[in-house]
């Protein structure tokens, strides 16, 4: 019988009620990851593009390195413990980043302080943190979906992944307009992009507390077969050493980190770089579709995500009988074409805009089904965290990459952020028609 025609109301009922608050505190973590973005922005002079670059690139290799912890951890201890741990820690250090912002904006020169290297420091903090969050929220719902409604769960994920982005930049944004028109005169009401974050995440992580369950049986209900890798195989947790040498020889997921590599790429190097771009033609007086792209970033980047989440979830689960990297594969397909068709259109606010919402449409429909449905698939329910924490440690470290490189291209020539990004888009696309019929495959049904 179809597992998921099997479900009973009861049982979705209380599944809603797991992967729903679960789902907003992974979109508060965006909020109190990408406010950095923000900050930039506001911060200007303070935080020249080069800073940024070296603060985000910092704070995204400390991400990609942490799950070589985090990710065999949270497969121990539970996806519940490790998204109480993350957001716990990430909101304690954006409350001290805001704090550290304030101390510097109250000083006679804020151009003195070591601003760089303390936010480096607090930055990579967070981060380490906030890498328990994917690991945390894939566990968690490795148990509560079946394999084949996963391309349905990827839709989910993409959902919260677009909700967070418009968390991150459109409301943080607004945060740091009421601040100013609370009395707060400029770049000083900065100091509430990391407050406003702190303290949503405080509240959601007692909520999750309360609420959230790893498995069903713990909600009173019954666990079921998910079909996935680790089907057929008792309850009992390996060790830590077994999961990881199973997860690092799959020759699937190792071939889906590499792409999720060049995601890394093309997604932060899309999000962040475009509204500081449009940042800088605002500044030089030019209104072509840079005002409402820069004012309606995040919405922007919500309702791409949803759309290639829902999209790309749906599609790999009817036309493609749950394998991933077809699906995967035609949107990387759009993002070759559309990073080579920036080149040309770099300086027109409306049809670059137009091309980088297919791009974050691609990109986070990519992301969410590799990284938040084959894992699942491919890592099984009992190590599911570590293939997650593999497969997204190497998004950050391409995000990585693109921080320093854009931070430092940019600031010599705009018209490299194309030219660096189209490569990846090929790589990407070639290495998923590698995998292009893999499926996971249990040891019973």
């Not at 991933?324 to 080579?340: E, I, N, Q, V, W």
């Amino acid at each position: 019988m179809d597992e998921l025609l099997s479900h009973s109301a009861e049982f979705r009922t209380r599944r809603f009620f797991n992967w729903f608050p679960l789902g907003l505190t992974y979109a508060l973590l965006y909020m109190g990851r990408y406010n950095l973005t923000v900050s930039q922005t506001a911060l200007g002079s303070l935080m020249p593009k080069s800073d940024f670059g070296t603060i985000f690139g910092v704070g995204a290799w400390v991400y990609a390195l942490a799950f070589l912890i985090n990710g065999p951890l949270t497969d121990k201890i539970g996806g519940k413990r490790g998204m109480l741990i993350g957001a716990s820690g990430a909101a304690v250090a954006n409350l001290l980043m805001g704090l550290y912002l304030q101390h510097v904006l109250s000083l006679p020169d804020p151009a003195s302080a070591p601003l760089k290297t303390v936010f480096m420091l607090l930055y990579g903090l967070n981060m380490y943190f906030q890498s328990y969050g994917a690991v945390a929220i894939v566990k968690v719902n490795a148990h509560w979906f079946h394999v084949r409604e996963r391309g349905t769960f990827s839709g989910i994920f993409g959902i919260m992944i677009s909700t967070g982005l418009f968390l991150a930049f459109d409301v943080n944004e607004r945060i740091l307009h009421w601040a100013q028109a609370h009395g707060l005169p400029g770049v000083q009401a900065t100091q509430w992009v990391f407050f406003g974050p702190a303290l949503l995440l405080a509240g959601f992580c007692l909520l999750e507390s309360l609420l959230l369950k790893d498995r069903p049986s713990q909600a009173g209900l019954a666990d079921f077969d998910t079909g996935d890798a680790s089907s057929g195989e008792d309850d009992v947790q390996p060790p830590v050493a077994q999961v990881l040498r199973k997860i690092l020889s799959h020759p699937v997921i190792l071939t889906l980190a590499f792409v999720e590599f060049c995601t890394g790429v093309l997604r932060n190097g899309v999000m962040h770089w475009f509204k500081i771009f449009a940042k800088e033609h605002l500044k030089a007086g030019l209104t072509d579709g840079w005002q409402y792209m820069n004012d309606n970033w995040g919405l922007i980047l919500m309702v791409a995500g949803i759309t290639g989440g829902m999209a790309a979830g749906y599609v790999s689960d009817k036309l493609f009988q749950s394998r991933r990297a077809p699906a995967a594969g035609f949107l990387y397909g759009a993002c070759l074409a559309s990073t080579l068709l920036m080149i040309p259109f770099l300086e027109n606010g409306w049809v670059l805009g137009a091309l980088v919402f297919v791009l974050s449409i691609c990109v986070i429909g990519t992301h969410g089904l590799l990284s938040g449905t084959a894992t699942m698939d491919f890592g099984g329910r009992k190590g599911a965290a570590t293939a997650v924490g593999v497969i997204d440690g190497f998004v950050y470290l391409g995000t990585g990459l693109q921080s320093l490189a854009l931070g430092y291209l940019t600031s010599k020539d705009w018209r490299f952020w194309p030219l660096f990004l189209s490569p990846f888009a090929l790589i990407g696309l070639l290495l998923l028609t590698r995998i292009w019929h893999a499926k996971p495959q249990p040891k019973s049904v």
